[in-house]
């Protein structure tokens, strides 16, 4: 019976990360100045375009690190490395629930977080 109880408690706390922080996250960008396009890349592959700033991308979250590309006509192209980094919610969840509640926040990607807001200052030509 107890470690029946054990095993249920370890159950309801596994996964803390991605009943708290999520599977998805919104990125805001922010350009100086304002109106310009922006792309999300991971990997080489566009995640989507936001068009004109300021706006939102929402996007799964991986481990793998996005690139921001934004571009306006008579300014120089700017890129900004969002780095993937460990949600807040991922370091009690190791304590709680152990390598169960970690694998699962592993598998999901929502033991990840991403910049937001994002500030891309865009040069004049």
């Keep these: 019976m107890r470690s ?16 708290i922080e999520g599977r998805s996250q919104q990125i ?20 989507t375009t936001v ?3 300021p706006a939102c991308a ?13 571009s306006k006509t008579g300014y120089e ?10 949600a807040g919610a991922t370091f009690g969840n190791i304590v709680a629930g152990g390598l169960i509640g970690w694998g699962v926040d592993s598998a999901t990607g929502s033991d990840n977080k991403y910049d937001s807001p994002v500030n891309i200052t865009l040069s004049k030509k």
Excluded: H
């Excluded at 029946?4 to 009943?19: E, K, P």
């Excluded at 929402?58 to 934004?70: F, L, S």
């Excluded at 192209?77 to 460990?86: D, E, G, L, Q, R």
């Design 4 to 19: 029946t109880f054990v095993l249920f408690a370890m159950l309801m706390v596994s996964g803390c990360s991605t009943i």
């Design 28 to 47: 805001q960008i922010n350009t100086n100045p304002e109106g310009a396009a922006c792309k999300l890349v991971r990997k080489g592959e566009t995640l």
């Design 51 to 53: 068009s004109p700033t």
């Design 58 to 70: 929402y996007i799964e979250k991986t481990k793998d690190d996005i690139k921001i590309i934004c």
């Design 77 to 86: 192209t700017a890129t900004y490395m969002n780095k993937s980094s460990s």
